[in-house]
C-alpha cells in the first residue's frame, strides 16, 4: 500500500505563486514515477506534470509547461510542484500520484492522494 497525502493548495490572486507537496509513504518512493494531475468542476481529470523515480526526466502538458516545474526529493519521500504565474483556469482540485512510469494517462498510475484545492482569482 501506498499513501499519498498533498498539501500546499489555497487561494491565490492570478500571476501569484504555490507550491504544492506531495508526501509519500509505504513503498521505495525513488522506485517510482510521480504525476500531478487536476480537476476542475465539470471536467475530466487532465495531466499536468510528470517526473521519473530518479528525477532524471520530466513531462509536462502544453498549458502549463514554462510556468510549473515538478520536482521531487527522494531522502524526503516528497514530491513537489511549483505553479509560477498562475491562471485563472489553473483554478482546478490537484492529486499526487503514483506509477511505475511516468506517464500522461490517468490510468497508469496506481495510487492516489486525496487532493489539495488550488483556487485562483483574477
Known amino acids: 500500500q501506498v499513501q499519498l497525502v498533498e498539501s500546499g493548495g489555497g487561494l491565490v490572486q492570478a500571476g501569484g505563486s504555490l507550491t504544492l507537496s506531495c508526501a509519500a509513504s509505504?513503498?521505495?518512493?525513488?522506485?517510482?514515477?510521480l504525476g500531478w494531475f487536476r480537476q476542475a468542476p465539470g471536467k475530466d481529470r487532465e495531466f499536468v506534470a510528470a517526473i521519473a523515480g530518479n528525477g532524471g526526466r520530466t513531462y509536462y502538458a502544453t498549458s502549463v509547461k514554462g510556468r510549473f516545474t515538478i520536482s521531487r526529493d527522494n531522502a524526503k519521500n516528497t514530491g513537489y510542484l511549483q505553479m509560477n504565474s498562475l491562471k485563472p483556469e489553473d483554478t482546478a482540485l490537484y492529486y499526487c500520484?503514483?506509477?511505475?512510469?511516468?506517464?500522461?494517462?490517468?490510468?497508469?498510475?496506481?495510487?492516489w492522494g486525496q487532493g489539495t484545492q488550488v483556487t485562483v482569482s483574477s
Open positions: 500520484a503514483s506509477g511505475f512510469v511516468a506517464a500522461t494517462a490517468p490510468t497508469m498510475y496506481n495510487y
Open positions: 509505504g513503498r521505495t518512493f525513488s522506485s517510482y514515477a
